[in-house]
């Protein structure tokens, strides 16, 4: 059973930046593709980035495009997510997923494999 681990949350100053990580324990995550998702209280749980098994094809939603950079480096089985400029609006619990195919999804229910998920607060 492959095993998502996120890392790097924490309380931020607007304007500022964070970096996430999420390690995975499977032997070899290039057979997926994964993704980064966010759910603040209250609301649905959201798809902020994606991207294909060999990082060459990438997502991002309207409100962190330009923001935000997902990366992944298949040999050390880590996925990343790059904050700048964050904002109060961007406070969330984030969690990173893989989806068991090697193409970019968007479709949150592709994704079968999560993280606990780590807490992003941003202070204005």
């Known amino acids: 059973q492959v095993q998502l681990v996120e890392s790097g949350g924490g309380t931020e100053q607007a304007g500022g930046s964070l970096k996430l990580s999420c390690i995975a324990s499977?032997?070899?995550?290039?057979?997926?593709?994964m993704g980064w998702f966010r759910q603040a209280p209250g609301k649905d749980r959201e798809l902020v980035a994606a991207i294909d098994w060999a990082g060459g094809n990438t997502y991002y939603s309207d409100s962190v495009r330009g923001r935000f950079t997902i990366s992944r480096n298949n040999i050390k089985n880590a996925l990343y997510l790059q904050m700048t400029s964050l904002n109060a609006k961007d406070t969330a619990v984030y969690s990173c997923?893989?989806?068991?195919?090697?193409?970019?999804?968007?479709?949150?229910?592709?994704?079968?494999?999560w993280g606990q998920g780590t807490q992003v607060t941003v202070s204005s």
């Open positions: 997923a893989a989806a068991n195919k090697i193409y970019l999804t968007t479709v949150q229910e592709e994704y079968s494999i």
């Open positions: 499977a032997r070899d995550i290039s057979i997926y593709a």
